[in-house]
């Protein structure tokens, strides 16, 4: 079993680290910490996980090399090892009714419901990509690195969604100028979130309707797709908190 830790947000002083477990291909469970410091985020992350592991009787990990290390380049994000009940469940519109009992419009992983289309032209926001990186003091190879960390691979035209563009043009806005691309904080990427928030429902268990019901309590919304990035995330550690809450009432097991 293998630590995958990650610095999701450095903003206004506060530091959001992900932490999960693999096993091979195959995501046992994450989850979120946050603090003032890094390191202490990564500890509180690490121990939820390891909290949410020992009550599925998940033997704990060996506990690596502290930090928030960087994501390795050929490291894929965290992925779900089977859907999960989602929050909007997916149709392809057709001219037949679906079979889902409660219908939602068609989830997009992108932007939230209600947001105007794609632009065609990114010029704009490109341009003004250029300008961080001389703030930043950034050459194509500094970029590249970030890039690889961030996405996966070395190139910003290979980045061909919208709102990946516009998250790792906020994640770039939020760095210091010098800072390094090796250890600097990677961008939100919604995708990544929507994962780990179908993970944390498959762990406790819940169908689309409880998830709902538990998303307007907290949140005021019926749908993940009204959430910003930064509300998802609250979310996705709300659901971790709960997590946490049904692991602490399970009976321990025998010989533990």
């Known amino acids: 079993m293998q630590l995958q830790v990650r610095l999701l947000r450095c903003d206004g002083g506060r530091r959001v680290v992900l932490v999960s477990a693999h096993e091979g291909e195959q995501v046992l469970g994450s989850a979120l910490g946050e603090a003032d410091d890094a390191e202490e985020a990564e500890d509180r992350a690490r121990a939820r996980l ?7 009787g998940t033997p704990p990990p060996p506990r690596p ?19 999960a009940p989602a929050l909007a469940p997916a149709a392809t519109p057709s001219p037949t009714p679906t079979s889902t ?12 419901v209600g947001q105007a289309e794609d632009p065609q032209d990114w010029s704009a926001e490109l341009t003004h990509l250029d300008l961080q990186m001389r703030r930043l003091g950034w050459d194509r190879e500094r ?14 035209d290979r980045i061909t969604v919208y709102a990946d563009l516009i998250a790792y043009l906020q994640a ?25 928030c179908n ?6 268990g819940w169908d ?23 509300d998802l995330l609250r979310f996705n550690m709300l659901l971790e908190e709960e997590t ?4 602490a009432d399970r009976p321990a097991a025998p010989g533990s």
Request: overall charge neutral; proline content about 17%; aromatic content about 2%.
């Open 65 to 83: 090399v502290p930090a928030p290390a960087p994501q390795s380049p050929s490291a894929p994000a965290a992925e779900a090892p089977k859907p």
């Open 101 to 112: 009992p409660t219908p939602e419009p068609p989830p997009s992983p992108e932007p939230p």
């Open 172 to 196: 770039i806005e939020a760095l210091e100028p010098g800072c390094d691309p090796a250890v600097a904080a990677v961008p939100m990427r919604r995708a990544d979130l929507l994962d780990q």
């Open 50 to 56: 390891l909290a949410s592991l020992r009550s599925t």
């Open 244 to 247: 946490l809450l049904k692991a």
């Open 143 to 156: 970029e590249a690195t970030y890039l690889q960390r961030s996405f996966g691979h070395p190139s910003r």
């Open 208 to 230: 689309g309707a409880m998830g709902r019901s538990f998303l307007e309590t907290h949140l005021g919304v019926s749908s993940r797709q009204q959430l910003k990035d930064s």
């Open 199 to 204: 993970l944390l429902l498959q762990q406790l």
